[in-house]
């Protein structure tokens, strides 16, 4: 089958009705396509002073609820999502040539989710979850080093629990844009908008 072209991808992106369905095609195609990494996406957040915050996270699941990544509830940003309940998130796929940016309300997964999650990571990343304090000062590289092997041993012949402090987020879009990179600049911009998320997804086209 040949590779499809931006016409192709264009016409079926502003003949979509759904934009859940059209993320999932297009990640599809991304992780068929990119070198490292299709699930990674920025994950906007905002601050106790208003200030604006970005860092990459990895995509674990999406569906019609929602998009779903997991970490610890202590960091900078689980605190930054507790306190404001938003974030917006956005999909690089340099391959594709290719942009989705998404925006709504976070809430906490279910212990359940999390703990079901939990259980899928290798040993390593569940002992790490043990180990970092993440996003608060560390005194050395060689101690957080020391607290993993003393987990390792902690845990020897048993299942690592998930820590209490450890789960995941799912952010419910209200708003789904999608992009794809043209000539001269002149890109294809579709947006997906809706009031709440038992309503109607709305789409208009955007000027580049």
Do not use: C
Not at 29 to 53: I, K, N, R
Not at 77 to 89: E, V, Y
Not at 99 to 118: I, K, N, S
Not at 179 to 189: C, G, K, M, P, V
């Amino acid at each position: 089958m040949s590779e499809r072209t931006e016409e192709d991808v264009a016409a079926e992106a502003f003949a979509a009705t759904d934009p859940v369905a059209l993320f999932g095609i297009w990640l599809g195609e991304a992780e068929a396509h990119e070198p490292h990494d299709a699930t990674a996406m920025a994950l906007a957040t905002v601050d106790g002073t208003g200030l604006p915050d970005v860092r990459m996270v990895l995509l674990k699941e999406v569906n019609e609820a929602g998009f779903v990544f997991y970490t610890n509830l202590n960091s900078a940003k689980g605190r930054q999502l507790f306190a404001s309940g938003k974030a917006a998130l956005n999909f690089h796929w340099k391959s594709l040539r290719r942009q989705v940016r998404v925006r709504g309300p976070v809430t906490q997964v279910t212990d359940g989710e999390a703990d079901e999650y939990f259980a899928t990571r290798p040993r390593g990343a569940q002992l790490g979850a043990w180990a970092s304090d993440q996003s608060h000062e560390m005194e050395s590289r060689e101690k957080l080093i020391e607290d993993a092997f003393a987990l390792e041993a902690k845990y020897k012949g048993t299942d690592v629990p998930r820590p209490p402090h450890w789960s995941g987020f799912r952010l419910t879009p209200l708003e789904i844009e999608f992009w794809i990179n043209r000539e001269f600049r002149l890109h294809d911009r579709r947006v997906f908008r809706r009031a709440g998320p038992d309503a109607e997804w709305q789409a208009e086209r955007l000027y580049p």
